[in-house]
């Protein structure tokens, strides 16, 4: 399986020398401090010399980590759908993305609760420049996605990641996670790209697409945040575009967002996992003949799913009302709800800056606009 070496995970054989190696990180001793505050620091550094799977470094070590994230940053994560998932069975999930490492770890932290198969999930290569963070995506099970790359070899790569997310899914038993598209939204509309529906058929050896799709087990997952952590952060490029320019990140700023993301306040969070797409890939087949169609369907299908089972905060309806200039759905928030969303623009925005103040609004807005269009569209 060597084909896979420039993207893969670690094998368990690879955890323990690498858990040897960053054992005494100062990264690696802020996480741990954090997780376990109580700890002298050599228990946790002999615990982690034992630990011999990338199982057992989750289950003992990122999973602690995470509840304290939730307990520190949350007012906590609720869930809806896992009942509905098969115990040892594999899936594709495809979610909408907000958060660098909390949307894919999140779910994680709810397959386990779960007993579920936990997954591989895709992560940007430009997010790991660091060893240390690189190191500890691949102790999470992260596999790479590699960006920036010329046309031939965006291909060649692409070609190579359908492949390896197949020999996961397929002879590995393990349930893979990927973002409906490529980076997080930034404006609040999430939608599926086709490119990545494309690129993972792009190991199909059926004579049929929508076969092929049906093989993958795809879960459509929507996971939203009362709060955006990062929705301060997010700004700089929405003002960039308003203004037709190309937005250059800074050389850290992946980094801070990594790190705003995990830390930064949330409020409530909520995971929906769908029923897997099935008759709707069905309906697609019998529909249309042409791959491209049959795709763009299955796109639809996929926000649809995302959008109908959305968790809706009362910082959307808020939003909503104040870039609206309404009243639509003040008897979905309270007074006290409202001003602390008014204080949330006036600490985190230039509330003067036209640009700043709707790209921020909108940001929160845009899902309560989408779902509605949703639920007129069908109505029957």
Not at 109 to 119: E, N, S
Not at 340 to 354: A, K, W, Y
Request: hydrophobic residues 35%; charged residues 25%.
């Amino acid at each position: 399986m060597h084909k896979f070496d420039t993207i893969r995970p670690f094998y368990d054989s690879e955890v323990n020398g690498t858990l040897c190696k960053i054992a005494h990180h100062p990264m690696m001793k802020a996480l741990m401090s954090f997780t376990f505050p109580d700890q002298k620091e050599e228990q946790w550094i002999d615990q982690l010399k034992k630990t011999h799977s990338i199982r057992d470094f989750q289950a003992n070590f990122i999973y602690n980590a995470l509840q304290k994230v939730l307990e520190k940053s949350s007012d906590g994560l609720t869930t809806s759908g896992f009942e509905k998932l098969e115990k040892h069975e594999p899936y594709l999930f495809i979610s909408n993305h907000r958060d660098i490492i909390l949307d894919t770890s999140l779910l994680n932290v709810c397959l386990m609760d779960h007993g579920l198969v936990m997954t591989a999930s895709a992560i940007g290569d430009n997010l790991v420049k660091k060893s240390f963070i690189y190191d500890l995506s691949k102790l999470n099970r992260n596999f790479l996605v590699q960006r920036g790359l010329p046309p031939r070899e965006l291909l060649q790569s692409s070609k190579l990641m359908s492949e390896y997310i197949g020999q996961l899914l397929f002879h590995e038993n393990r349930s893979v996670w990927i973002a409906q598209r490529e980076g997080r939204t930034k404006d609040g509309n999430d939608a599926t790209h086709p490119g990545v529906l494309k690129m993972l058929s792009m190991a199909s050896d059926e004579a049929n697409l929508m076969d092929y799709f049906k093989k993958l087990k795809i879960v459509p997952v929507s996971i939203s945040y009362e709060y955006d952590p990062t929705d301060a952060l997010k700004m700089p490029q929405l003002k960039a575009e308003a203004n037709d320019e190309i937005y250059i990140k800074d050389k850290n700023e992946d980094f801070v967002t990594l790190l705003s993301g995990i830390m930064g306040q949330k409020k409530r969070i909520h995971i929906h996992v769908g029923e897997v797409l099935d008759t709707e890939i069905d309906a697609i087949a019998a529909e249309f003949d042409n791959s491209n169609k049959q795709i763009q369907a299955l796109a639809q299908a996929i926000d649809d799913s995302i959008l109908n089972t959305y968790k809706l905060w009362p910082t959307n309806y808020i939003a909503y009302d104040l870039l609206h200039n309404t009243t639509t759905y003040a008897h979905l928030y309270t007074d006290k709800e409202k001003s602390l969303f008014e204080r949330r623009l006036e600490i985190r925005i230039d509330e003067n800056n036209p640009v700043e103040l709707q790209g921020f609004l909108a940001m929160y807005a845009n899902p309560v606009i989408n779902k509605s269009r949703y639920q007129d569209a069908h109505k029957s």
